[in-house]
């Protein structure tokens, strides 16, 4: 795992520390993708008031020309994350592409476009009848439904027991999203139903291939972020170069567990990308 303090950049882990020195020797082949909610933008009760800090599209417009591509990969509609993020029209993003529903949908900043698949039906289904699987779950009052245009999502955060309301809703909606051809997707005090076929790492590992790149960093917090963790892990066994950063929480230990660094949340990420920069580009940020 790797160390809890982010005063230095050097990953804990000698597979980490390779992934570092690859991007710093040949930064024009690598991919930098990070997660969104809490990676680039912290954590906040009502996910549609969530907004990157302040200081996350300054650090990335100060790495993104040296680096072959940019990726924001996230459970979000491409749109949405565009919007929340800032970063449509910022000098130094040229590069950027946003994988958004989990890489169902992608957005780029050279054309300001997203291209997208057509709705899968069970979300309608699954939309229509969740209010009736919500009174029955026995999960108390406070918890609610975020629409996601492709996905929709239960949070518990509102809660009076966030947690207990958690895993009292597990089951149903487990049960909901199978019957109508969704999976489940877990995360930080959310369960996420969503068309199959597509996770973050799948499109992690999409998009390192079609850049070409010979190393790649991943930043998430969450459970939706192991997949992209593995895809990394596979990437490496194929010869490309990788490193891990988790945004550090103690709700999601096994992320941490995974990590070659770990960093003070988004404020981490942060500090970590403008340490980055510096080093790329031998100036001060």
């Known amino acids: 795992m790797g160390s809890h303090t982010d005063s230095s950049p050097t990953p804990a882990t000698p597979a980490g520390r390779d992934g570092l020195d690859a991007i710093l020797a040949r930064p024009g082949r690598a991919v930098l993708a990070f997660d969104f909610d809490g990676t680039l933008a912290p954590i906040v009760p009502d996910p549609d008031l969530a907004r990157a800090h302040p200081d996350a599209v300054p650090a990335l417009a100060a790495v993104a020309p040296e680096v072959a591509s940019v990726a924001v990969v996230t459970g979000r509609p491409a749109d949405v994350a565009v919007r929340y993020g800032g970063f449509a029209g910022v000098p130094g993003l040229e590069n950027l592409v946003v994988l958004g529903h989990y890489g169902s949908e992608r957005w780029d900043a050279r054309t300001g476009t997203v291209t997208a698949p057509a709705p899968h039906p069970g979300v309608a289904a699954v939309r229509a009848e969740l209010p009736g699987v919500l009174a029955r ?61 597509m996770d973050k790492g799948k499109a992690l590992l999409e998009w390192v291939r079609a850049t070409g790149a010979e190393a790649v960093l991943y930043a998430g917090d969450d459970l939706g972020d192991l997949p992209a963790f593995a895809a990394v892990d596979k990437l490496r066994s194929d010869g490309v170069h990788g490193l891990l950063v988790c945004s550090g929480s103690d709700e999601v230990p096994e992320l941490a567990a995974r990590a070659d660094l770990v960093v003070d949340g988004p404020a981490g990420v942060v500090r970590f990308l403008r340490t980055l920069a510096d080093r790329l580009t031998g100036s001060p940020r």
């Open 137 to 197: 779950s026995g999960a108390g009052g406070g918890a609610w439904v975020e629409e996601k245009g492709f996905a929709v999502a239960v949070h518990t955060r509102r809660a009076e027991d966030p947690q207990a309301a958690f895993e009292a809703l597990r089951e149903p909606l487990t049960d909901l999203a199978t019957r109508h051809g969704l999976v489940l997707e877990p995360g930080r005090l959310v369960l996420e139903l969503r068309p199959p076929g």
